[in-house]
């Protein structure tokens, strides 16, 4: 089983960046596939990006292409989210989550979830 804490939120100006960091333990995360949603009030819970558990490829959705990054750094057990150019839609709580299957963009499919972080972007 692994732990997942997120770090990295604040709030931003429209135009801005932040990176957002998820801090695993009890288990490498290199079995995992590992994902970024998010979850705006009065939404559901929505997918945002994912790193594959072969590590060889990456998905995102449409509103964030060009502009997020996913990335995971295995030695450090750490995954990331740059955002970029960040936009009053991408505010939101960011929540990161692992899965043992190869890639998967649906909620129920992950089996390991963060508490979030907030990301809050002024215009």
């Known amino acids: 089983q692994v732990q997942l804490v997120e770090s990295g939120g604040g709030l931003v100006q429209a135009g801005g960046s932040l990176r957002l960091s998820c801090a695993a333990s009890g288990r490498t995360i290199s079995v995992y596939t590992m994902a970024w949603f998010r979850q705006a009030p009065g939404k559901q819970r929505e997918f945002v990006a994912a790193f594959s558990r072969s590590g060889g490829s990456t998905y995102y959705i449409d509103s964030v292409k060009g502009r997020f990054t996913i990335s995971r750094d295995n030695g450090k057990n750490t995954v990331y989210l740059q955002m970029n150019s960040l936009k009053d839609e991408d505010t939101a709580v960011y929540y990161c989550?692992?899965?043992?299957?190869?890639?998967?963009?649906?909620?129920?499919?992950?089996?390991?979830w963060g508490q979030g972080t907030q990301v809050t972007v002024s215009s």
């Open positions: 989550a692992a899965t043992p299957f190869t890639m998967a963009a649906i909620h129920s499919q992950y089996h390991y």
